[in-house]
């Protein structure tokens, strides 16, 4: 049975930090691609980022240069790291893996970033 574990999400004041993980079990971890996907209330879920198995990236454009996905695969970890927080960042961060025509995703943690 796959699980995504998501943690980290809080409360934090605009232009701080927050690194958010996601432990994955039931799964060849290393094997798969792993993703961080955000809600923000009355907006579609959208990606923020994803690492491919062999540690390839890519982000959305607000996102670039101030998050950073990574992947500990003996921990079966993915880590999103945020940094410089804007108000706009406030949503509910998804991980999801992806494979055999499937996909799985977390409970979500709330990330919530004040003016």
């Known amino acids: 049975q796959v699980q995504l574990v998501e943690s980290g999400g809080d409360l934090v004041q605009a232009g701080g930090s927050l690194r958010l993980s996601c432990a994955a079990s039931?799964?060849?971890?290393?094997?798969?691609?792993m993703g961080w996907y955000r809600q923000a209330p009355g907006k579609e879920r959208e990606l923020v980022a994803r690492i491919t198995s062999d540690g390839s990236t890519n982000y959305k454009d607000s996102a670039k240069g101030r998050f950073t996905i990574s992947r500990d695969n003996a921990k079966n970890t993915v880590y999103l790291q945020m940094n410089s927080l804007k108000p706009e960042d406030t949503a509910v961060y998804y991980c999801?893996?992806?494979?055999?025509?499937?996909?799985?995703w977390g409970q979500g943690t709330q990330v919530t970033v004040s003016s």
């Open positions: 999801r893996t992806w494979f055999d025509g499937d996909d799985y």
């Open positions: 039931g799964i060849r971890f290393s094997a798969y691609p």
